[in-house]
């Protein structure tokens, strides 16, 4: 049996930034270091950063943070979260990926522009995702975000709309609703559309889909949590039927691979490399 790592899969450079960052200063200040949520959606790599120091917190920790470093992950926060740090004399390791940074910005400039012409801001996410929270703390949360075609309800068709994504988001779902709303509009001209999903992200969709299809089955690798990863697998599965997901080796089944005889490895961005080669080195020691 034939067992092959997708070379394009694993970790972004927004999520290997922000590691490098947390290695840095786990190294430079010799002790503990907070991350304000699981720094990357993957368990198995959370754990590993866990082991070198890295202690993961929530919102309602912060006030026993005083004079300690709280670490801000690549999926960025709101701008209320650096004011409480800054109140509770909490030092900050901004680590937000530049490009989710850059659409914080576009979300602002977006906001600002729709206050001027009674409009609104709609953006493409997934609700309660980590960059969602912080994309919409810049404007107070007075956006609409939508997952799906249904959400679009929630829009008022009579006003402007400024259409925005989550970094992380399908291409093709982004414009399939874009042109729903356009068909829902008096004025196609009512409608602004940004595409800030980011290409280096979404041009893996399609090498992941020629990946999938050249393997007798695929075995994707990425956490529960990861949103890129359910876009990503289904990518796979629209490409092979025989793609399965797991979040680590263990949960790897035997008779996925009857009759196999090339197995090939992918992941999502916030997937390490490491834990797609031991996935590998799993599936050639007890099932080739």
Excluded at 48 to 72: A, K
């Amino acid at each position: 049996m034939h067992v092959e790592i997708d070379q394009n899969s694993g970790f972004c450079f927004g999520v290997v930034r922000a590691i490098s960052k947390a290695e840095s200063a786990l190294q430079e200040l010799g002790g503990e270091v907070y991350s304000l949520g699981d720094i990357v959606h993957n368990r198995m790599e959370v754990q590993r950063l866990e082991s070198l120091g890295l202690r993961t917190v929530t919102h309602d920790d912060m006030p026993q943070l005083c004079g300690r470093d709280l670490f801000i992950r690549a999926h960025g926060e709101p701008p209320t979260t650096f004011q409480r740090a800054a109140s509770l004399g909490i030092r900050i390791i901004d680590a937000t990926c530049p490009v989710v940074a850059q659409l914080q910005r576009k979300v602002v400039a977006a906001y600002e522009k729709m206050l001027t012409v009674g409009g609104q801001v709609v953006i493409l996410g997934k609700r309660g995702h980590a960059e969602v929270v912080g994309l919409s703390g810049q404007v107070d949360d007075k956006v609409i975000v939508v997952e799906r075609e249904e959400d679009l309800s929630q829009v008022d068709f009579t006003r402007p709309i400024f259409f925005l994504s989550q970094t992380t988001q399908s291409v093709a779902l982004f414009w399939q609703l874009a042109e729903a709303m356009k068909s829902r509009l008096e004025d196609e001209s009512m409608l602004t559309v940004d595409d800030t999903i980011c290409r280096r992200v979404s041009n893996r969709e399609k090498a992941l889909s020629e990946f999938a299809r050249r393997f007798d089955v695929v075995i994707f690798v990425c956490g529960k949590k990861s949103s890129n990863g359910k876009v990503l697998f289904d990518v796979c599965r629209r490409a092979n039927g025989r793609s399965y997901n797991v979040e680590e080796e263990g949960e790897l089944q035997p008779q996925w691979f009857e009759g196999c005889q090339s197995v090939g490895i992918c992941g999502a961005t916030s997937t390490p490399t490491w834990l797609m080669k031991r996935v590998a080195e799993v599936i050639e020691a007890r099932i080739v």
